[in-house]
């Protein structure tokens, strides 16, 4: 199989555009911090790298290589842009154009709902098994169109996942620290336990191109697996911290105002 170029140029200008419209904004005049900047350009940079170019073709016939993309937009880059307060400055443009579309959507009932914690979790959870355990998973294995969607996912459910659980943005609900940091918690289990049972199961869950054998696409499946039950862990880790750490903030704010 291949990936038309139509992909890298999709891709390639919606990245560009969008960290483009970032700088321009000027976020250090909204109240976003230079490490939040650097945050959101480097979830750019990395999405770039696994959405255009030689990595995003490769996927398309190895599985463990779509694992990394699957592992790094959905787990990694994400939140990465989230941590960047996007929708804080997009809320505050100087575009009023920006500002009224996305104070617009930001009030309808529908988008509202979608960031809240519990459905988000759902959302990414849903993401997680459909593209690993149904037939989704062949599908994207053996469509190039299909595999490419399923990237898509991948980053807008993350999207919408980690935001109501990160802070920096504008939040439609009120989520408390302890509920942030036990949801973050909680998806290291169906993150972990996918990661090991393809690095443990011996059967193919997937086609295999025509010029790989059953045993090398194990092995393959294998490399997956390992790949996504070590780093989502690791990932996992890094943004349980750092929710940890804003709550432990949080209670010292409380603290000195109640003194």
């Known amino acids: 199989m291949g990936l038309s170029p139509i992909w890298d140029l999709f891709f390639g200008l919606a990245l560009i555009l969008k960290s483009a419209w970032y700088f321009q904004e000027r976020p250090s005049s909204h109240g976003v911090s230079k490490i939040r900047q650097a945050s959101f350009y480097l979830g750019m940079f990395l999405a770039f790298i696994l959405l255009v170019g030689p990595i995003a073709h490769a996927a398309i016939n190895t599985f463990w290589i779509h694992m990394v993309q699957h592992v790094g937009l959905m787990m990694l880059i994400s939140p990465l842009i989230v941590l960047g307060s996007p929708i804080k400055v997009a809320v505050n443009s100087r575009d009023q154009r920006v500002k009224k579309l996305i104070r617009g959507i930001g009030r309808n009932i529908f988008v509202r709902q979608l ?140 603290a000195g105002a109640d003194d």
Request: cysteine-free; proline content about 6%.
């Open 115 to 254: 960031f809240r914690p519990e459905v988000g979790f759902l959302i990414f959870l849903t993401i997680l098994i459909l593209t690993h355990f149904s037939p989704l998973a062949n599908a994207g294995m053996t469509n190039p169109n299909v595999h490419m969607l399923e990237l898509v996912m991948f980053l807008v459910g993350g999207f919408i996942y980690y935001y109501p659980v990160m802070s920096g943005n504008p939040q439609p609900f009120s989520v408390p620290y302890a509920a942030r940091v036990l949801s973050l918690f909680a998806m290291m289990l169906p993150e972990t336990m996918t990661g090991f049972f393809l690095y443990s199961g011996n059967k193919l869950l997937h086609d295999v191109p025509m010029n790989m054998s059953t045993m090398n696409g194990i092995a393959d499946q294998h490399k997956g697996g390992a790949i996504m039950w070590a780093m989502g862990m690791l990932i996992d880790a890094i943004w349980i911290a750092m929710a940890a750490y804003d709550w432990i903030e949080n209670e010292k704010r409380i």
